[in-house]
T-cell receptor, first 111, second 115 residues
Framework: GESVGLHLPTLSVQEGDNSIINCAYS??????FIWYKQESGKGPQFIID?????DKRQGQRVTVLLNKTVKHLSLQIAATQPGDSAVYFC??????????FGPGTRLSVLP | NAGVTQTPKFQVLKTGQSMTLQCAQD?????MSWYRQDPGMGLRLIHY???????DQGEVPNGYNVSRSTTEDFPLRLLSAAPSQTSVYFC??????????????FGEGSWLTVV
């Protein structure tokens, strides 16, 4: 999930497999993080969040892991389904209500 | 419950023309913001507002104006469109003081092309 300029990195997974999407965040002072899903032609949708006093948080079929030492965030999707195909991106926050968004990773689910 | 409504969905402008992207929310949120999204890049903050009568600049404010005369509406104005403003624009709103992802609502986006 690293930025490669104008081209979004793509992760292709087989339906039913687990997906891991990565994000490197920029500011060590960030203490709140969100993962968003964006389907084609739509606005971002909230998936899961995590605060810096945690290193793992689980939701329904999704898990977010936070490694503050290396400023790394990951999103794990269990049993990936065709409906999971979308662009996923992380957002970081250092306080206040403005967020810094990553460029995203395109997840493609293969039948 | 409409949430955040953006209009228009699609627009083509000629260089130098002006236009306004409309954003309205019906959740009585104090905080509203505008982002642009370009290929391979994350959302970048253009302007934001923490309440009626209050606006502030984000990361990429040049070429854009905003106003917040009511809690519900936060229009984004392009004063003299340039091809570099070709982008997808998203409006977002949230309650003030709540830093929680599930209280941030995004509109569906406005696709703007400047030729």
């Amino acid at each position: 999930g690293e930025s490669v300029g104008l081209h979004l990195p793509t992760l292709s997974v087989q339906e039913g497999d687990n997906s891991i999407i990565n994000c490197a965040y920029s500011n060590s002072a960030s203490d709140y993080f969100i993962w968003y899903k964006q389907e084609s032609g739509k606005g971002p949708q909230f998936i899961i969040d995590i605060r810096s006093n945690m290193d793992k948080r689980q939701g329904q079929r999704v898990t977010v892991l936070l490694n503050k030492t290396v400023k790394h965030l990951s999103l794990q999707i269990a049993a990936t389904q065709p409906g999971d195909s979308a662009v996923y991106f992380c957002a970081e926050n250092m306080g206040g209500q403005n967020f810094v968004f990553g460029p995203g990773t395109r997840l493609s689910v293969l039948p | 419950n409409a949430g955040v409504t953006q209009t228009p969905k699609f627009q083509v402008l000629k260089t130098g023309q002006s236009m306004t992207l409309q954003c309205a929310q019906d959740m009585n949120h104090e905080y509203m913001s505008w982002y642009r999204q370009d290929p391979g890049m994350g959302l970048r903050l253009i302007h934001y507002s923490v309440g009626a009568g209050i606006t502030d600049q984000g990361e990429v404010p040049n070429g854009y104006n905003v106003s917040r005369s009511t809690t519900e509406d936060f229009p984004l104005r392009l004063l003299s469109a340039a091809p570099s403003q070709t982008s997808v624009y998203f409006c977002a709103s949230s309650p003030l003081g709540m830093r929680s992802g599930n209280t941030i609502y995004f509109g569906e986006g406005s696709w703007l092309t400047v030729v």
